[in-house]
T-cell receptor, first 114, second 111 residues
Framework: DTEVTQTPKHLVMGMTNKKSLKCEQH?????MYWYMQKAKKPPELMFV???????INESVPSRFSPECPNSSLLNLHLHALQPEDSALYLC?????????????FGQGTRLTVV | GQNIDQPTEMTATEGAIVQINCTYQ??????LFWYQQHAGEAPTFLSY??LDGLEEKGRFSSFLSRSKGYSYLLLKELQMKDSASYLC????????????WGAGTKLIIKP
């Protein structure tokens, strides 16, 4: 199983809503990532979890709140988003430790904030 | 600073060969990745280079020269489905987890 599964695939939310994005992998990877990608731009790293601990937070606004309940799951809680937060949100995972293994990406959640 | 450069767009003909170049300047280096991304979809892994030389995988090959900070992705026998963006990414900088991404090269295949 070389799959990273993200739900939902599409999400439309208002600026006062609270929603969560979910990500799951069963490859035994101990590093998991959240990226945001806007049209015609490369993915931008938001958060990295290593062994279920937050290891990188790329100065992401607090309206984005990550959570790693266990080694297979990664959530991104959304609250009071702005229209400019509309983007493709990508989850990825890779093996722990030194480089040399690729990151596997989920299919993403297309988020629209209205 | 961290910088990765690749052409914005390239056009090639079905059945032909195309080479997409990537140059990088990063504070560290622990491998270079090429990903393919179709519009609206997630990136999919194509290749990884950490040592100098050529890695071949079917119709796709990737080359790395660490001394020159240079890589290329070579696509042979182009098919219409190869129309996509190709992203060069370097694992470097201060973290083993962080990928520094190029802006991507949009490849257009014409019949």
């Amino acid at each position: 199983d070389t799959e990273v599964t993200q739900t939902p695939k599409h999400l439309v939310m208002g600026m006062t809503n609270k929603k969560s994005l979910k990500c799951e992998q069963h490859m035994g990877h101990r590093a998991m990532y959240w990226y945001m990608q806007k049209a015609k731009k490369p993915p931008e790293l938001m958060f990295v979890y290593s062994y279920e601990k937050l290891s990188i937070n790329e100065s992401v606004p607090s309206r984005f709140s990550p959570e790693c309940p266990n080694s297979s799951l990664l959530n991104l809680h959304l609250h009071a988003l702005q229209p400019e937060d509309s983007a493709l949100y990508l989850c990825a995972s890779s093996q722990q430790g030194q480089g040399g293994t690729e990151a596997f990406f989920g299919q993403g959640t297309r988020l629209t904030v209205v | 600073g961290q910088n990765i450069d690749q052409p914005t767009e390239m056009t090639a003909t079905e059945g032909a060969i195309v080479q997409i170049n990537c140059t990088y300047q990063t504070s560290g280096f622990n491998g270079l990745f090429w990903y393919q991304q179709h519009a609206g979809e997630a990136p999919t892994f194509l290749s990884y280079n950490v040592l100098d030389g050529l890695e071949e995988k079917g119709r796709f090959s990737s080359f790395l020269s660490r001394s020159k900070g240079y890589s290329y992705l070579l696509l042979k026998e182009l098919q219409m489905k190869d129309s996509a963006s190709y992203l060069c990414a370097v694992r470097g900088g201060d973290s083993n987890y962080q990928l520094i991404w190029g802006a991507g090269t949009k490849l257009i295949i014409k019949p």
